[in-house]
């Protein structure tokens, strides 16, 4: 099955950027969905960015605008630019590809 491990996460100011990425074990370019999703302790996880085969791709609307998610199809990682960070999205964050979840890389913004 498809390994993932996210990297990136930090601690961050108010209004500062990160880049998460995901880099997957094996081609994951013929997978018709993959994205990012958040976890509050508490509180529901949440699909936050999406990117479809074609290269579409979709976003909560809590994050629009200020996310984006993006892939190297040769390298097969997935990335995910977040700029103009709130507290708001303090959260542990994963990459999900098909079936498969990275182990969580942990966000924190103050």
């Known amino acids: 099955h498809v390994q993932l491990v996210e990297s990136g996460g930090g601690s961050v100011q108010t209004g500062g950027s990160l880049r998460l990425s995901c880099s997957a074990s094996?081609?994951?370019?013929?997978?018709?969905?993959m994205g990012w999703f958040r976890q509050v302790p508490g509180k529901e996880r949440e699909g936050v960015a999406y990117?479809?085969?074609?290269?579409?791709?979709r976003y909560s609307d809590s994050v629009k605008g200020r996310f984006t998610i993006s892939r190297d199809n040769i390298e097969n990682i997935l990335y995910l630019q977040m700029n103009s960070l709130k507290s708001e999205d303090t959260a542990l964050y994963y990459c999900v590809v098909s079936k498969y979840w990275g182990q969580g890389t942990q966000v924190t913004v103050s």
């Open positions: 990117i479809f085969r074609a290269g579409s791709t």
């Open positions: 094996e081609d994951i370019n013929s997978n018709y969905c």
